[in-house]
């Protein structure tokens, strides 16, 4: 994959879209402090994970790229680990959003409101 950036807009556009397909109400399975960005399917198959997992895949990332991705976001973009391992580069922003979303799904919240506290996140930047 070509180097990506991904902003604020299309940070919080590609979480939309991951709530749109999961829904709302969709509560990550394994949000106890065992978050993947890929993961395992109930037949042993590779499928994206965490929220971040799966805006990572709406954003062209391949499956089998996510699975050196472990571990929060905050840690993977400080250390630009997403940048080198799949060539993607969150601005300053698109972090904090990204951030917001993932500590509420870690929280054990539904990812609708993981999207909106990443909007929240979004409009302090603003």
């Known amino acids: 994959m070509a180097d990506t950036i991904i902003d604020l807009d299309r940070a919080l556009a590609l979480l939309t879209r991951v709530v749109e397909v999961k829904g709302e109400d969709y509560v990550y399975p394994n949000w106890n402090n065992d978050c993947r960005y890929a993961d395992y399917g109930p037949d042993g198959e590779r ?5 971040v997992g799966y805006a990572l895949i709406e ?3 391949p499956l089998d790229d996510l699975t050196e991705l472990e571990g929060s976001v ?3 973009v400080n250390e ?5 391992t799949v060539g993607v580069q969150l ?3 698109a972090m904090r959003a990204w951030q917001a ?4 799904q870690d929280d054990g919240s539904p ?3 993981a ?8 409009e302090e930047e603003k």
């Not at 499928?47 to 929220?51: A, D, E, F, Q, W």
């Open 47 to 51: 499928v994206p994970g965490c929220i």
């Open 59 to 61: 954003a062209g990332v």
């Open 74 to 76: 905050r840690s993977l």
């Open 80 to 84: 630009h680990v997403l940048e080198e």
């Open 91 to 93: 601005t300053p922003a």
């Open 101 to 104: 979303a993932q500590e509420s």
């Open 111 to 113: 990812w609708g409101k």
């Open 115 to 122: 999207l909106i506290e990443a909007k929240h996140a979004a």
